[in-house]
Structures are given as structure tokens and as C-alpha cells.
């Protein structure tokens, strides 16, 4: 008996409900955010201002839709870098009753041709630091950087077609209810010199940053010295509802610390651990982010606030 044969198509405006039925059929232990609804992943997805239909690649079998593959172009992604060739895909699902093989082999090969007829050199798998350009509060929860070890089959598949590692990551997650930041000399010192003040309107972002956090609620807590307003220090945390709703506490990610002071690892510990008694306070309950395996500082700061390593993230590119 012969194989079915699976077509490829772009995305259709009839596709959204046989999508999203397919998102809610995977593994709740996958870090998707679920149930999805097709009102979220037009507001999320489809809405984004670089969204385009010709790079979202649909899997039929036999009428039905099996599967997805969404590739992003550099160009389409900002302004400034228009002539850029860059492509990543930012998202592969297969419908759970289906040949899983078979169709992410026809999703991927559709995919790496697009990216290699738009000029790509390579196909980077979900985006680049910190932050990939769609999904970011739908699915890798804090960051949506890289394959979560949870998409283990997936990550099989990638290697087996020649992705190579480039980027590892911990997704780390902690209880904050309650919180109280440790205390010592050192950071007592700091509190005498330096105050944190939180933003809930912040300022706005550079364009990309802007569309993809477009519909979450943000903010800022910026470490200022008492003696004179130059921030010394911010941390950006976004509102996660999606999250919210899948895990039953108000849940918020921390998506970047920028500091003023290079190498100050302390005034960065003390911000975070300000802001996490403050985010407490206003009845947040999990905060979620994700650090790269390299950076020892930044993960050594984290787990001194109470977070615990949650997954595995790895960032795959294949040239093309």
C-alpha cells in the first residue's frame, strides 16, 4: 500500500481552527501554553505586523491539515535590516495522530527551500537572543529560545537532518509568594547608596521588542543611585496570562537585566531580588526566565533568588 502523499501549502485565513485544535492535541508536558484558542493566536501570531502568510507552511494529508512549519524572515522582522538573509523557524507541530516522520519531513523540506530561495545561509531554529519573534507567551515559556528538552522528538528529527548546537539554555522558574531577598553586608550597603523604583507604564521598546510584546503587560524596575537619577541598573519583567491560566498562579517572565555598570553583579542581585519582593506584593506568585548555560554569573544570581533549573533549551541552525 503506498504512502500518502503530503502537500505543503502556505497558510490559508481558513486554517486558524484546524491549527489550534492541532496545538491543544500535544503533550501538556510540552511548555505550550494550552488550551490555545484561535482569538490568542490571531492577536499573538497572526496579528504580529511581520506576519506573512507565503513563510506559514501547512501539512495536508488527504484534506486534512497534519501540520505546520513557520519560517521568519530577517527582512520581514525589522526595518533596518531589510537586506538581511538571514531565516529561522520559529515553530514545527505535528498532529498527534499522524505519521510524525513522514510529515515533519515534508514540512522541513518546504521550509529549508524557502529559507534557501530567500537567500539564507542558514536556518536558525527559533530566533535570537534574547527572544524569539513570534510565540513569546504561547510556547518556550520565558524566552521561546531554542528546542525545550520536553520537544525531545523534534530535536531528534533536527539532528538527524544535520542542525548543529549553537546555543544552550536553562529555563529556570521560581515561587515567589512570600519572597524576602537574602541579606548581607554587601547588599546592605548597596541599599544604603542606591533605592528601586518600579515602572509599570516603561518607557517603549525599539520596534521588534515592541511587536513582539506587544499585547502583554510590562515592567521595569530600575536601580537609581540616591545621589544623583542615572540608572544604574533595570530588569524587565513581562505578564505571562497564558501561563497564568495553564498553571493556576499569576505567573510574569524575566526577559532581560541591563546594567549601567559593567560586571556589578551585586547591584544586579540586589535589583532582582527588590524586584521580585515588589512583583510578590502585587500578587504575582512564579516568575520564569532562562539563562544561557555559559553564563555562570547570571546562573549563580538566579539560583541564589530561589530559582530552579526547569528545563533544557538548545538553539539549532543547519546551513543551507
Same mark, same amino acid.
Given at each position: 500500500?503506498?504512502?500518502?502523499?503530503?502537500? #505543503?501549502?502556505?497558510?490559508?485565513?481558513?486554517?486558524?481552527?484546524?491549527? #489550534?485544535?492541532?496545538?491543544?492535541?500535544?503533550?501538556?508536558?510540552?511548555? %505550550?501554553?494550552?488550551?490555545?484558542?484561535?482569538?490568542?493566536?490571531?492577536?499573538?501570531?497572526?496579528?504580529?505586523?511581520?506576519?506573512?502568510?507565503?513563510?506559514?507552511?501547512?501539512?495536508?494529508?488527504?484534506?486534512? &491539515? #497534519?501540520?505546520?512549519?513557520?519560517? !521568519?524572515?530577517?527582512?520581514?522582522?525589522? *526595518?533596518?535590516?531589510?537586506?538581511?538573509?538571514?531565516?529561522?523557524?520559529?515553530?514545527?507541530?505535528?498532529?498527534?495522530?499522524?505519521?510524525?516522520?513522514?510529515?515533519?519531513? !515534508?514540512?522541513?523540506?518546504?521550509?529549508?527551500?524557502?529559507?534557501?530561495?530567500?537567500?539564507?545561509?542558514?536556518?536558525?531554529?527559533?530566533?535570537?537572543?534574547?527572544?524569539? =519573534?513570534?510565540?513569546?507567551?504561547?510556547?518556550?515559556?520565558?524566552?521561546?529560545?531554542?528546542? *525545550?528538552?520536553?520537544?525531545?522528538?523534534? @530535536?531528534?528529527?533536527?539532528?538527524? @537532518?544535520?542542525?548543529?548546537?549553537?546555543?544552550?539554555?536553562?529555563?529556570?522558574?521560581?515561587?515567589?509568594?512570600?519572597?524576602?531577598?537574602? #541579606?548581607? @553586608?554587601?547588599?546592605?550597603? &548597596?541599599?544604603?547608596?542606591?533605592?528601586?523604583?518600579?515602572?509599570?507604564? *516603561? =518607557? =517603549?521598546? *525599539?520596534?521588534?521588542?515592541?511587536? &513582539?510584546?506587544?499585547?502583554?503587560?510590562?515592567?521595569?524596575?530600575? %536601580?537609581?543611585?540616591? %545621589?544623583?537619577?542615572?540608572?544604574?541598573?533595570?530588569?524587565?519583567?513581562?505578564?505571562?496570562?497564558?501561563?497564568?491560566?495553564?498553571?493556576?498562579?499569576?505567573?510574569?517572565?524575566?526577559?532581560?537585566?541591563?546594567?549601567?555598570?559593567?560586571?556589578?553583579? !551585586?547591584?544586579?542581585?540586589?535589583?532582582?531580588?527588590? !524586584?521580585?519582593?515588589?512583583?510578590?506584593?502585587?500578587?504575582?506568585?512564579?516568575?520564569?526566565?532562562?539563562?544561557?548555560?555559559?553564563?555562570?554569573?547570571?546562573?549563580?544570581?538566579?539560583?541564589?533568588?530561589?530559582?530552579?533549573?526547569?528545563?533544557?533549551?538548545?538553539?539549532?541552525?543547519?546551513? %543551507?
Amino acid at each position: 500500500m503506498s504512502r500518502p502523499l503530503i502537500e #505543503v501549502r502556505r497558510f490559508l485565513n481558513s486554517d486558524p481552527p484546524k491549527l #489550534v485544535e492541532i496545538w491543544n492535541s500535544q503533550p501538556l508536558g510540552a511548555h %505550550l501554553a494550552q488550551p490555545m484558542t484561535v482569538g490568542s493566536m490571531e492577536t499573538y501570531v497572526f496579528a504580529k505586523p511581520y506576519f506573512r502568510p507565503e513563510t506559514y507552511l501547512v501539512a495536508v494529508e488527504e484534506g486534512t &491539515i #497534519v501540520g505546520m512549519a513557520h519560517v !521568519a524572515l530577517s527582512r520581514d522582522l525589522c *526595518p533596518q535590516r531589510a537586506g538581511e538573509p538571514g531565516a529561522y523557524l520559529t515553530m514545527v507541530m505535528v498532529a498527534g495522530h499522524s505519521d510524525y516522520a513522514l510529515v515533519s519531513t !515534508a514540512l522541513l523540506d518546504a521550509a529549508e527551500a524557502l529559507a534557501k530561495e530567500s537567500g539564507a545561509k542558514q536556518l536558525i531554529v527559533s530566533g535570537d537572543p534574547p527572544l524569539g =519573534p513570534f510565540y513569546f507567551g504561547l510556547a518556550g515559556g520565558s524566552h521561546n529560545l531554542g528546542v *525545550p528538552s520536553t520537544f525531545e522528538i523534534l @530535536r531528534s528529527r533536527l539532528e538527524e @537532518r544535520s542542525y548543529q548546537t549553537i546555543g544552550e539554555y536553562w529555563a529556570m522558574r521560581a515561587n515567589i509568594h512570600g519572597f524576602r531577598p537574602s #541579606v548581607s @553586608r554587601e547588599l546592605m550597603q &548597596i541599599r544604603r547608596a542606591y533605592s528601586v523604583e518600579a515602572n509599570f507604564s *516603561p =518607557p =517603549p521598546l *525599539p520596534w521588534l521588542q515592541s511587536c &513582539i510584546f506587544m499585547h502583554f503587560e510590562r515592567s521595569q524596575f530600575d %536601580l537609581i543611585p540616591k %545621589l544623583n537619577s542615572a540608572g544604574a541598573a533595570s530588569a524587565t519583567f513581562i505578564d505571562l496570562p497564558h501561563y497564568t491560566q495553564l498553571w493556576g498562579v499569576h505567573a510574569a517572565a524575566l526577559v532581560g537585566v541591563e546594567s549601567a555598570e559593567d560586571g556589578d553583579a !551585586a547591584k544586579s542581585g540586589y535589583l532582582l531580588g527588590e !524586584a521580585l519582593r515588589q512583583l510578590a506584593e502585587t500578587g504575582v506568585g512564579r516568575i520564569e526566565t532562562q539563562v544561557d548555560k555559559n553564563d555562570l554569573g547570571g546562573y549563580s544570581m538566579l539560583r541564589t533568588l530561589g530559582f530552579d533549573e526547569v528545563y533544557q533549551a538548545i538553539r539549532l541552525a543547519k546551513a %543551507l
